[in-house]
């Protein structure tokens, strides 16, 4: 079983210098395939892959034109992924999943060191304070304990090495030994998930929006005065700038921008840890089956009053992480169709309201059932014959 791990290393200043070099090599070819594939269809009319640009570049670009060849100083196995996420990006686009990729720009965008293994002889090894990661070596943990060592019949197979806010990440891709599953009940729970409240659970439990709790609302608060501080920064230096007295200014600008950056990552540690233990508590009731619903998080961010409240939400998170605890413990974990009415249908004679409106909180049927509307859904998805397994 394939289970993933992040962490924080805490990297040498030699160790520094390489992710950078290898990171900024990553980003220049990742942009330097956009253009070219730009290129070579406005000339030619046809597009070409990641494999065939890297052996392009490889074989023809570099041996011409030798000021590239510092493109060969990083891992090799980092460049190429970086091509073949350009790809990837690339065919999201042709299937209409995604927008037309966009160049990588410093300190900007997110462009991670990639490490694989390439040999089955060769193990990433791993200890309990310290990982040895390839062209790096080995590099200090800050949190002791967390990754699955090699004692312990663990395998890495790959992993990232990833700058976010001025701290260093890794994350890793473990293969870890099948563990047998504890016995489940022979019940199953619905989830309906919505923007008032988080979660509500057939079994009666109500997880609230962690968005509304005071400590959310004080850094949203702090990270309002920041970024505006930051938009003042940015004005001052456009006026310095036209009388060439900008150099102290960028330096707090970037100070600044370093304060931001801290707070956005704060922010979404306390979403996603609360996302973690509300998982954690749901599995651990072991139901034999979970059901939510398919939504359609694209189409409700469309709704310029709702989208920062869904986006806050991180519904796609939750659902990955539900399914990866689920295969964990042997768990089914179900999913209903987006247009199934599961609001709207009477969980006492299975009538369908076609009038309820979004702003009816409190569900009620003429045969006298009178219910919570979230509950009433999350009852009907647990009690729906016609889904699909995730």
Not at 252 to 271: A, F, P
Not at 347 to 366: F, T, V
Request: aromatic content about 10%; hydrophobic content about 30%; some cysteine.
């Amino acid at each position: 079983m394939l289970k993933s791990y992040k962490t924080e290393i805490d990297p040498t200043p030699e160790q520094i210098q390489i992710i950078h070099r290898t990171i900024g090599t990553c980003r220049f070819v990742y942009n330097f395939y956009l253009a070219h594939n730009q290129e070579i269809y406005q000339k030619e009319k046809r597009f070409i892959s990641g494999m065939d640009f890297s052996k392009w570049l490889n074989n023809e670009y570099i041996p011409n034109n030798p000021e590239y060849q510092w493109i060969k100083e990083v891992s090799s196995k980092s460049v190429k992924k970086s091509i073949m996420n350009a790809e990837t990006a690339f065919k999201r686009f042709f299937k209409h999943q995604s927008r037309f990729p966009r160049f990588k720009k410093k300190g900007k965008s997110d462009v991670k060191m990639y490490f694989v293994k390439t040999d089955k002889r060769v193990v990433i090894q791993c200890e309990r304070h310290r990982i040895k990661i390839p062209t790096l070596g080995w590099v200090r943990l800050k949190e002791k304990g967390y990754l699955p060592t090699v004692e312990s019949g663990c395998l890495i197979k790959s992993g990232h090495v990833s700058i976010k806010a001025g701290r260093y990440y890794v994350s890793v891709l473990v293969d870890i030994p099948d563990i047998s599953h504890e016995e489940l009940n022979e019940s199953g729970i619905g989830i309906d998930l919505g923007v008032k409240d988080f979660a509500v659970i057939s079994n009666g439990k109500v997880y609230k929006s962690i968005n509304k709790s005071s400590n959310i609302k004080k850094l949203e608060k702090q990270l309002k005065r920041e970024q505006r501080c930051l938009s003042r920064k940015y004005e001052d230096y456009k006026k310095r700038l036209k009388k060439k007295k900008g150099e102290a200014t960028r330096q707090n600008i970037n100070k600044q921008v370093l304060k931001v950056q801290k707070l956005h990552q704060r922010i979404e540690y306390v979403r996603s840890d609360y996302i973690n233990k509300t998982i954690n508590e749901i599995v651990k009731t072991k139901p034999s089956y979970i059901t939510i619903e398919d939504l359609n998080v694209s189409g409700m961010m469309k709704n310029r009053h709702l989208s920062k409240a869904v986006a806050s939400q991180k519904f796609y998170e939750f659902r990955t992480k539900l399914k990866a605890k689920c295969d964990e413990n042997g768990i089914e974990l179900r999913l209903v169709d987006r247009w199934y009415p599961s609001s709207k249908i009477c969980h006492c004679c299975g009538a369908i309201k076609k009038d309820l409106k979004l702003s009816d909180r409190i569900y009620r049927c003429d045969c006298g059932y009178v219910e919570d509307r979230d509950f009433n859904a999350a009852l009907n998805l647990r009690d729906a014959l016609t889904y699909e397994v995730a």
